[in-house]
């Protein structure tokens, strides 16, 4: 109360309510936080739309889908960096994204099994590095729960492509059909080369310089409770992936995939309102494939094409 008979209240949210005491009205609401978080909303649609013509105009100059991934979400890493506080969520979706499409690479690349490896090898050693460098505000728990995390996404994604591959889909471009056809053979694609070893050498040493510097982990700190946060951000992060996938991929229809897209956003909008960060795993994996799409990546299956030989099973 203050010295005027009028009463003060406050939410879980940060917002006031004055009442006046003698009729019980409601004086004034304030909001402290109402214009920070729809100036944060402006800049995050704003960055959106700045990466979508990003990705236009740089894919009539240059055929690496990966290089605009790397620009579009590596700039909300570098961000994040050097904050005094992270959203968490925000760099396990974007970590999700990377992790997919290294391992899109590595099951539907055309070269060789030791060349296919090493960015996902990369990818582990590059992101547990920034989750150390990250200013998250939590206990000693926090790299041990993202290094489980990142596994387990690893290995769900690896079980829902696997079999992609195994009834003969295959990722192919419809600007350069001929590439296909003098893609390397069964045997060579299988092959170990010995630059090969010499780059395995230099993806290793990259790792354990990163490691060398990351402090001890406490596995043995663990609690059969904490495992309940990783199972859970890796399945959701791995379901709302593989659906922007889908939708950046599809052969259907853009009015389908459109369609669709905002069905599901709307329902996830009503089952997890303001939650604007629980969408970076299909923000940041939809920009980095459709900018693949951009340069005529399609994933088809292979059973309904007789132009293409079977050295990419």
């Not at 309510?17 to 409601?26: H, R, T």
């Not at 909001?31 to 995050?44: A, G, K, N, R, S």
């Not at 996404?153 to 471009?173: D, G, S, V």
């Not at 070893?197 to 043995?220: C, D, E, G, Q, Y």
């Amino acid at each position: 109360m203050d010295g005027t008979n009028r009463l003060v209240l406050t939410t879980q949210d940060h917002r006031l309510f004055l009442y006046d005491l003698a009729s019980g009205q409601l004086v004034r609401n304030f909001d402290p936080f109402f214009w920070p978080e729809c100036c944060l909303q402006c800049v995050i649609l704003t960055y959106g739309a700045w990466c979508l013509a990003w990705l236009l105009v740089s894919a009539k100059y240059h055929p690496h889908g990966w290089l605009d991934l790397a620009v579009c979400s590596g700039l909300v890493v570098a961000f994040y960096t050097t904050l005094y506080y992270s959203d968490y969520m925000v760099c396990v979706g974007i970590f999700g994204s990377w992790t997919q499409l290294a391992i899109t690479w590595l099951i539907f690349g055309e070269t060789r099994w030791s060349l296919r490896l090493q960015p996902l090898l990369l990818l582990a050693g590059t992101t547990t590095g920034i989750m150390h460098l990250l200013p998250l505000e939590s206990d000693d728990k926090t790299l041990p729960l993202f290094i489980s995390g990142l596994f387990l996404l690893m290995f769900i994604f690896l079980l829902a492509m696997m079999p992609l591959r195994w009834f003969r889909f295959l990722l192919e471009t419809d600007r350069n059909p001929e590439r296909a056809m003098n893609s390397v053979s069964k045997k060579e694609s299988a092959a170990f080369a010995l630059r090969d070893l010499f780059l395995l050498t230099i993806v290793f040493a990259f790792l354990f310089s990163i490691l060398r510097w990351i402090p001890a982990l406490s596995w043995n700190r663990m609690g059969a409770r904490d495992w309940i946060l990783p199972v859970i951000l890796s399945g959701w992060t791995a379901s709302v992936s593989l659906f922007a996938m889908w939708v950046a991929f599809s052969r259907r229809s853009w009015k389908l995939r459109l369609t669709v897209m905002f069905i599901v956003a709307i329902s996830l909008a009503t089952l997890a309102p303001g939650r604007i960060t629980s969408y970076t795993p299909f923000v940041a994996t939809f920009f980095g494939f459709y900018a693949y799409r951009l340069r005529g990546w399609r994933l088809k299956n292979k059973k309904h094409t007789h132009e293409f030989p079977r050295s990419l099973q």
